[in-house]
RNA sequence: GGCCUGAUGGCGGAGUGGUGACGCACCGGACUGCAAAUCCGUGAACCCGGGUUCGAUUCCCGGUCAGGCCUCCA
């Protein structure tokens, strides 16, 4: 089996194999920190760390490299320190802080290197120093300016005839532009506006030379994976190519470029409590990060997705259905006194095991990941009902094995269940547990649903089985 | 105005030139003191109009609707 994905420059899938096996590369456009990042913002963070994780698999955890940038450069980072009054470093700082923390809450793994333009400027400087040199660049009032007609493939990743689109186009063509799509590398800062030392006079980069610039110092030109929003295509990523290109003078740049669709956001949903609960950090307050990881993933990463309360929810019972197979499984294998070793499978769990992988080797299927990943759980329930230890044994771990390859079903399933709940809590719970297990004894259902009725005041939802009672919290709504 | 995507059951969402996954929800049954879970089972969809084809949800054309980009917004 090869991974396939689908390419934005060729427009079509074909089998992804890198330029070399023992260093593969991926580069993936990251926010600009002035924020809380919505939730949108984190549908490429954990699509692409799910290719991460497909790749490392494929080629070995160390051989895989994942840049992930942060903009730490910006006119709206501007706005925002001068509007409290602080330094720029005081705001993203803070909200890359913020970022990354919930990039984690939604079990993204951290990438290799996390580069910021601020840390970037001498190679950024050097860059554009290369395409003067190269003739693909030209100065002209203070600024630098990229020469779109010094590289003739210019519109071929987003698509766009460049004379269409300018002819169709709605904006005001600075004067010093030699052509209407040239954009600039290097500009003036303004006043009060951070600006660093060149060549080519005071002032600060602009947008997407960073990028180019990131990528070369953090993982060298070209390389295997460019990754972003759709929304990027054009300008962001033509533009990014063409300097690379020019200032390379390699023409891979990036061997496959790909873009995650965006999210249908229904306004009239959504406020579930109030106002926008569309920031991540808002939503990783109500819902546990895995459940939002799994929404994002609800998907094909390429089409667009309905956002909504009702797909976190049906997430969230996604997951339970899951975790509940982990945990009667590990009740039953408890129950039997013999921990069984070395048990073996059945021929149709590990079809379904492989058939995830399959699904995410096809361009990230995660829907077809997902459906073979309920087949197996339910072959490891089969096997449990037929009490039969080896094969539930093996398939549980089977099921943990294939979850994990896309950062599900690592943690506990009792924490799943209880997630969110302390020691104190859990004492109270268990107290009035017991409390109504004496009632249930004695078959004063009356009391007993009186408990009951307490423990929902608590949030507790309680499941009677053949070996007690087990709880877990309810659902948020 | 130009360019580009998409339209599948109540909801989310795969896929395919010929019995339309999967999950959630719903309904019936089993089980249960109650409830949950679980098990068995039922019902339910391919935007509209043409074309190609023995046959189209799938390919082509047109339309409608929705979304994106052309304004440093994933």
Redesign the pocket.
Known sequence: MTLKLYDTMTREKRAFVPRDPERVTMYV?G??VYNYA?I??F??VVVFDLLYRVLRHAFGPERVLYAANVTDV???INRKAADEGVPIATITERYLAAYNADAAALLALPPTFQPKVTETMDAIVAMIAQLLQNGAAYAAEGHVLFDTQAYPDYGKLS??PMD??I?????DVAPYKRHPADF?LW?PSKENEPEWESPFGPGRP??HIECTAMIDQALGLPIDIHG?????V??HHENERAQGVCATHDHTYSAFWLH?G???MAEEKMSKSVGNVALAHDLLKEYPGEALRWALL???YR????W?G??I??AR??LD?LY?VLDDTARFLSGTGEPPAGGRETDAMRAAYDAVFAALE?DL?T??A??AL?QLA?QV?AAV?AKNGAQASAGRDLLVQAGGLMGFLQGDAQAWFQGGADEAFKAKVEELLQARQAA?AAKD?PQ??LI?GELAALNV?????PAGATWRIKDPS
């Open positions: 456009c926010p600009t919505h949108g913002n549908r490429p910006d006119d709206k698509g766009r269409e689109m002819a169709g186009a709605r904006v600039v500009k602009g947008w972003g929003g759709i929304d990027l054009f300008p995650n965006f999210l249908n609800a998907g094909q089409q667009p997705l309905e909504n009702e797909l929810d049906q019972n996604a259905r509940r096809d299927n829907p077809g997902f459906a309920f339910d329930r009902m249930r259902w007993a649903d009951r939802e309680v499941m009677d089985g």
